[in-house]
Each structure stands twice: as C-alpha cells, then as structure tokens.
Antibody
Framework: QVQLVESGGGVVQPGTSLRLSCAAS????????MHWVRQAPGKGLEWLAVISYDGINKYYADSVKGRFTVSRDNSNDTLYLQVNSLRPDDTAIYYCARVPITMVRGAAYWFDPWGQGTLVIVSS | DIVMTQSPDSLAVSLGERATINCKSS????????????LAWYQQKPGQPPKVLIY???TRESGVPDRFSGSGSGTDFTLTISNLQAEDGAVYYCQQYYSTPTFGQGTKVEIK
C-alpha cells in the first residue's frame, strides 16, 4: 500500500540544521510531486514547500524561503527537507504529503496521502 | 496569500445530529479554466496526520462515508456531517489549492 515515512526529527539547539527525510513506498515515487507541511504543537497546518515529480520545480512558503531546501532522490524513492538556522518557532511535526495525480507540477492539488510526521523541537 | 477563515472554531453536536462547518476564502478559488473550486476538506484525529475527505469542494474521497458532504463555490464553502457518529470527533480543516496552499485554522467537532 502507499506509504510515506518521515524521519530525521529530534531535539536541536537554535541556529542548528537538520535534514528531514520521507521514504516513499507502494507507488511510483518519480511520477508524483511532493509537499512538506508542518504543524506546531496544538496549532494548525502550515504548507512549507513543494517539489515537482522530476525535481525541476520547487516552491516555498515565504516564511521559510532561504532557510529550507526541498530535494528528492528518485532513484531511492526519498524526499528531503534541509532545514537551516532553526528557531524555536520551527518546533513542529513535519509531514510529507503526496499530490494525488501523476506528472503534474506546482501546488494546484490537494494532499493525499500524508506521512505520520517527524517531530522537530528547537530548544536551548 | 489567500487567507482561509473557518467558523466556528469549535462545536459540540449530539450523536445522530448534523454538524456544519463554514470556510471562507479571501479571494475566489474558482479556477476559470477548469470551472472547478480548488478547495479540499481534511479530518485530523489526535496523534494522526490529516486525511482528505473532500476535494474540488464537493467530491468525496473514495472510502469516505456519504454522511460527509461539501458544498459552496467562489469564496464560501461548507462541510456538512450528517448523522454524526462517535468516530467523527476530530478537527476539520479546509485548504485552498488555487494558489500557494493555505489552510483554515481548524474547527474542532466534539460529540455532545
């Protein structure tokens, strides 16, 4: 079945970096654009970034542009999010999510499915 | 960015009754080229990721019970849960995908 499994979260100090991963299985990863979305504890959902199925097109939320970088390795069915200069307000569960339709670019679709998320806590 | 505003923030509904959640976008999410509203609804239960219920404002995702329905167009949308069941207690989010994705703040549905 379609599965997305995030990893790489943890407790880190402000100013440090992390690379989050999302391992995909059960579908042809290289045919789908992928998103990152985060959710601060007890708060709502914030879209972060999208990368097209071929890795050519990348778009970011203004709030993370310049600090976060999305990438993918289609040979290993893995999505990444490099997060730099972490701040306490970056504390959140980070989810990867797939678009429901193959071979489309951009963000003009809903998210389905989502992974279970990886928790990042930024604290000194 | 398009701002999505949900109302109410929370509601308590008795089993078997109807829950209605509203979502308003700061600009129209009706795309002229495909005549579709780029609006989805999600359900999130504690400790779980969101799960899509409705997309294109009114298309129910496969496997979603037909007591969930979506309606509306342009800037005003509604998620209706008819005959509320115990397992429907959750937080519900609307999301627009007309432009850079944005979500409503969420509506918590509690079972009375």
């Amino acid at each position: 079945q379609v599965q997305l499994v995030e990893s790489g979260g943890g407790v880190v100090q402000p100013g440090t970096s992390l690379r989050l991963s999302c391992a995909a299985s059960g579908f042809t990863f290289s045919s789908y654009s992928m998103h990152w979305v985060r959710q601060a504890p007890g708060k709502g959902l914030e879209w972060l970034a999208v990368i097209s199925y071929d890795g050519i097109n990348k778009y970011y939320a203004d709030s993370v542009k310049g600090r976060f970088t999305v990438s993918r390795d289609n040979s290993n069915d893995t999505l990444y999010l490099q997060v730099n200069s972490l701040r306490p307000d970056d504390t959140a569960i980070y989810y990867c999510a797939r678009v429901p339709i193959t071979m489309v670019r951009g963000a003009a679709y809903w998210f389905d499915p989502w992974g279970q998320g990886t928790l990042v806590i930024v604290s000194s | 960015d398009i701002v999505m505003t949900q109302s109410p923030d929370s509601l308590a509904v008795s089993l078997g009754e109807r829950a209605t959640i509203n979502c308003k976008s700061s600009q129209s999410v009706l795309y002229s080229s495909n005549k579709k509203n780029h609006l989805a609804w999600y359900q999130q239960k504690p400790g779980q990721p969101p799960k899509v219920l409705i997309y294109w404002a009114s298309t129910r995702e496969s496997g979603v019970p037909d007591r969930f329905s979506g309606s509306g167009s342009g800037t005003d949308f509604t998620l209706t849960i008819s005959n509320l069941q115990a397992e429907d207690g959750a937080v519900y989010y609307c999301q627009q995908y007309y432009s850079t994705p944005t979500f409503g703040q969420g509506t918590k549905v509690e079972i009375k």
